[in-house]
C-alpha cells in the first residue's frame, strides 16, 4: 500500500473507536484517508478487512454469552435458539444484497462527499427517531419476534451507503421496532460478527489475488489496532448510551459531517 506505519496505525484506531457507535466506521475511514492522503488499489480492502478487528473485540468481550448461546444451541433451548435464530435474520438481508452491490458499494466507497452528506442525514435521523420512539415491547435479543429481527436486518441494509453507519442503522432500526436502548446496542454488536466477517471474507475473496506482503502487513497492523481500540470503546459506549441516550452521537454525526463537507467542497 505504501503507507506509513503512522497513517495504518492512525486509520486503526479510527475504526476502533468508530465502529460500535452511530456515526460510521467506514466513513470516517474513508474520510481519514482522504485527509491522511492514504490512497491504493487496496484501500476498500483494507478499510473493510481491519474491521474483524473490532468484531474480535465483541467476541471477547461477550465470550461468555456466545459460549452459553452454543451450549444452548446443543440443548435446543428457546433462548439460546431465539438469540440464534434473530442475529441470522439481522444479518440475512445484508449478506444477500451486499454480495450483489458489492461493486458499487466499492465505487461508493471512492466518493467522500456521499460519506459527508450521509453523515449529516444520518445524524437527522437518530434526533428525530430519538424523539419520536417512546414505546418499548423488547428488552432482550431473546425476547425479539422474527419479524422484529427481519425488519432491522433489512434497514441494516442502508449501511452499504457509506456514512450511514451500520451499527446506527441497525440500533435505529431497533428502537423504531420498540426495541429496548441496552438490547439495540448489543443487537448491533452481535449481528456484526457475522455481517463483517462475511463481509471481509467477500472483500479478500474479491481482492486478494492483488495484495502484496505488504499490503497483508498493512491490513494485520490495522487489525490489532482496531481491536485494541475497540475493547475500549465498547464498554463506554454502553455506558454512555444508558445515561444519555444516542443525540450525542447524532450532534457530532451532523457537525462532522458539515466540516467535512465544506472541507471537500472546498479543496
Not at 470516517?28 to 481491519?50: K, M, N, Q, R
Not at 466507497?109 to 418499548?136: D, Q, S
Request: with cysteine; hydrophobic share 55%; charged share 15%.
Amino acid at each position: 500500500m505504501g503507507a506509513s506505519l503512522l497513517t495504518i496505525i492512525l486509520l486503526g484506531i479510527v475504526e476502533g473507536v468508530t465502529e460500535f457507535i452511530p456515526v460510521s466506521s467506514t466513513g470516517h475511514l474513508v474520510l481519514a484517508a482522504e485527509l491522511l492522503g492514504f490512497d491504493s488499489e487496496a484501500e476498500g480492502t483494507f478499510e473493510i478487512v481491519i474491521q474483524l478487528g473490532a468484531i474480535l473485540a465483541v467476541i471477547v468481550l461477550y465470550w461468555r454469552r456466545f459460549w452459553d448461546v452454543l451450549v444452548g444451541l446443543f440443548r435446543w433451548s428457546s433462548g439460546p435458539v431465539a438469540f440464534t435464530r434473530n442475529v441470522l435474520l439481522g444479518f440475512l438481508p445484508s449478506m444477500a444484497i451486499g454480495a450483489v452491490a458489492y461493486e458499487g458499494i466499492q465505487r461508493m466507497l471512492e466518493t467522500p462527499e456521499i460519506v459527508a452528506v450521509a453523515l449529516i442525514v444520518g445524524g437527522i435521523a437518530i434526533l428525530l427517531i430519538e424523539r419520536m420512539t417512546k414505546r418499548v415491547t423488547t428488552e432482550s435479543v431473546e425476547e425479539m419476534g422474527w419479524k422484529t429481527a427481519l425488519g432491522i436486518g433489512l434497514i441494516q441494509c442502508l449501511s452499504m451507503i457509506p456514512g450511514v453507519s451500520r451499527s446506527g442503522a441497525t440500533i435505529m432500526g431497533a428502537l423504531a421496532l420498540g426495541v429496548e436502548r441496552k438490547t439495540a446496542a448489543e443487537f448491533s454488536f452481535f449481528v456484526a460478527v457475522p455481517t463483517m466477517i462475511g463481509a471481509s471474507a467477500y472483500a479478500m475473496l474479491k481482492s486478494g489475488a492483488q495484495l502484496s506482503a505488504g499490503d497483508l502487513g498493512d491490513i494485520a497492523v490495522g487489525f490489532a489496532v482496531s481491536f485494541v481500540v475497540a475493547i475500549v470503546v465498547i464498554k463506554a459506549f454502553i455506558g454512555i448510551v444508558t445515561r444519555y441516550g444516542f443525540a450525542p452521537f447524532a450532534w457530532y454525526r451532523i457537525v462532522i459531517g458539515t466540516v467535512a463537507l465544506v472541507w471537500l467542497m472546498a479543496r
